[in-house]
Structures are given as structure tokens and as C-alpha cells.
């Protein structure tokens, strides 16, 4: 490896051994440099480079603890507690079960996509309990006679207070407070692109030239290729889609292709990440024979629609609901504004 006054030079894909144990890495974890870029690494960090292996394959097997054996077999016992010492020239003697290369990249591949299905599993089942946690805090109320007595008679007449008191209860735990009412396909599309652009605007992404239509189409065709569930979350955790500047304004990048950010689970709740409240939004119909309809609410991450809501007077069954997202789902609304909702209705 390179070195720059001692310190090694980390290219993209390289992968960096840290003797730092801990009880879910019992003899340090090794990562993979998928930040893009090139950074530098303390020479108490090993940091190595492979030939003619799928990096993700390896990825993952450094994930797994087949390999801790091999190293607690030909460490040392250091002078320090909390770090795991081995010479580099054994460890570079350690064997790697290498499969050919296509079985690696495909164990590979659906390795990553199962860690995608999860971490969007987790992202819902966050923001469910975020929701839980508000209804809880703001209807159940101090346990004196005349609060119960209060609870007991507390019914929604009408849809719209409902409605309006979930939108308080979801502003007070960190959901933005500026509610986007009413809004048609095209506006939702050109939030979603104002937050695109807001998170890409760096010299290096947008260098602060707004997304055209023909670039907000490119994201838009890549996501319509997308046939699955799995192939949906991959996109999504993925965190960055390529695109062809197409602005005339942005003549460094016009003609080249770009990566922009679109969302990183490591910012849930902070960094760039925008929690929006989107108030009966219009669901236009993809025939003139069907009306168009207005959903209740709908929950946007960085512009993406990830949680629909519908909400119904007190004294009628939740299943007229249940009934009623289904047949949006069945009947295609607002698949024509973002195809991601396909799969993400709930």
C-alpha cells in the first residue's frame, strides 16, 4: 500500500482490518472502503487490496466468523486488552474459500439484497413506532376519574379532526411542521426533486445547478425497471443512482455521468434526511373512465413516499380502510407520479 507520512492510503474497495475487539467483532472487524473516495488510515490499521475476487463476496464473508479461528489460532497475546494482535505476514497467510467468480458475485448479491430487505423492514418498523409512541402519548392521558371519563368520550365526528390531530402528533416527534396540502403528482415530483437537489448541490454531484425533467426522467426509468420487491430495496439502499447531466447551465458535467445521494440509512433521524407530512394528496387516475382521488395522509422520506394513511370517523370499522388503501393499490393511483409505491403502500 501507498503510504503518506506513515499513514496508508485507502482507495475505493480496499479493505481495512481494525485489531480493536469488541463483543460483536471478538477479533476486530475488517470493512470495505465503499465511501467512493480515498481517505488515510493509522499504520495500527491493516489495510490490504485484492486481485480477481468479487469484493462483495469478500465483504461478507469478513462478516461471517469463519475466518476467527484461523486468527485466534496464530494471534499474539498483546500487550493491550482491547486489541487483537497479529504479525501481517500471517495474517496474509489466511486461506479464503474462493468459489468461481460468478458463484461469488451471486452469493454475494443475494447476501446484500437480504441486508437490504432488512434495513427496509427496519426503517418502516422505526417509523410505525414513531407513530405508536405519538397516538400513545397524546391519547392516553393522566389516570384521575375525570381524565378516564375524558378518554372515554373522546370520538372523531369527522375525518378531518382525526386527520388533524394526527398531523399535531406527528409535528411534535420531529416530522416537519410545514404540511404539504393538497398537492398534485407534479408537485410531489418536484419536491422530491428540490430535496434531490438540496443533498446533491456539491461541486462534485449538481455543482448547484438544479435537476432538469429529462434527469428527474432518468431517475424515474430506472425505478420503473425495477420488478421486485428485492430489486426496489436494493435501489433504495443503495444510496446513490448515476445519471447523465443533461443541464446546459452546469458545463462541467453536462454529458457526464454523475452519482446522486437519494438516502443513507446511517441518517435516519439526522443528517440530510427530510421527514415531510403530505396532507390528501391528489391520486390522479391512470384511465378518464375512474375519477381522481384524495388520499389522508401520506409520510415522505427525502421526498419518497414510504407510508400511506387513511383514517375514518369513529364508530366505522377499520377494515372500510384496510378496503380502501387496496383498492388505491389495485387500481394504480399515484403509481404514475412514483413507482416506488408499488411496494411501499402500507
Not at 427496509?120 to 376519574?145: A, P, R, V, Y
Request: proline fraction near 4%.
Amino acid at each position: 500500500m501507498s503510504s503518506l507520512g506513515g499513514y496508508y492510503i485507502v482507495r475505493s474497495e480496499d479493505f481495512v482490518y481494525n485489531p480493536r475487539i469488541s463483543a460483536t467483532a471478538p477479533v476486530g472487524p475488517i470493512n470495505r472502503n465503499k465511501l467512493g473516495r480515498v481517505g488515510v488510515m493509522s499504520p495500527l490499521y491493516t489495510v490490504f487490496r485484492t486481485y480477481d475476487v468479487d469484493t462483495t463476496y469478500l465483504e461478507h464473508f469478513f462478516k461471517s466468523r469463519y475466518w476467527h479461528s484461523f486468527m485466534n489460532f496464530n494471534g499474539d497475546s498483546g500487550a493491550r486488552s482491547d486489541r487483537f494482535s497479529i504479525k501481517d505476514a500471517i495474517f496474509f497467510e489466511m486461506n479464503i474459500p474462493i468459489p468461481h467468480i460468478e458463484e461469488q458475485m451471486k452469493i454475494g448479491e443475494y447476501l446484500t439484497h437480504i441486508n437490504n430487505l432488512i434495513t427496509l423492514h427496519q426503517c418502516k418498523l422505526k417509523l410505525l413506532k414513531q407513530i405508536k409512541q405519538s397516538m400513545e402519548n397524546g391519547l392516553f392521558i393522566k389516570n384521575t376519574t375525570k381524565k378516564r371519563k375524558e378518554l372515554e368520550n373522546m370520538t372523531f365526528k369527522y375525518e378531518s379532526d382525526f386527520e388533524e390531530t394526527l398531523i399535531n402528533l406527528l409535528s411534535n416527534k420531529g416530522w416537519e411542521k410545514d404540511v404539504i396540502k393538497y398537492p398534485t403528482e407534479s408537485e410531489l415530483l418536484q419536491n422530491w426533486a428540490n430535496i434531490l437537489f438540496d443533498n446533491n448541490r456539491g461541486i462534485d454531484r449538481l455543482n448547484n445547478y438544479p435537476l432538469t425533467e429529462g434527469e428527474i426522467q432518468q431517475v424515474l426509468e430506472q425505478i420503473n425497471s425495477l420488478r421486485t420487491p428485492i430489486k426496489l430495496n436494493e435501489f433504495i439502499n443503495g444510496k446513490t443512482v448515476s445519471i447523465k447531466r443533461d443541464n446546459p447551465d452546469d458545463l462541467e458535467h453536462l454529458g457526464k455521468e454523475i452519482s446522486l445521494k437519494i438516502y443513507d440509512r446511517r441518517e435516519i433521524a439526522a443528517g440530510q434526511s427530510r421527514y415531510q407530512i403530505v396532507q390528501q394528496p391528489v391520486f390522479p387516475s391512470k384511465t378518464k373512465i375512474l375519477n381522481d382521488r384524495r388520499g389522508d395522509l401520506m409520510l415522505l422520506i427525502n421526498g419518497m413516499p414510504v407510508i400511506h394513511i387513511e383514517l375514518k370517523k369513529s364508530g366505522v370499522p377499520v377494515s372500510q380502510a384496510c378496503n380502501q388503501i387496496e383498492k388505491y393499490s389495485k387500481k394504480g393511483y399515484l403509481q404514475v407520479y412514483f413507482p416506488l409505491f408499488k411496494y411501499l403502500w402500507l
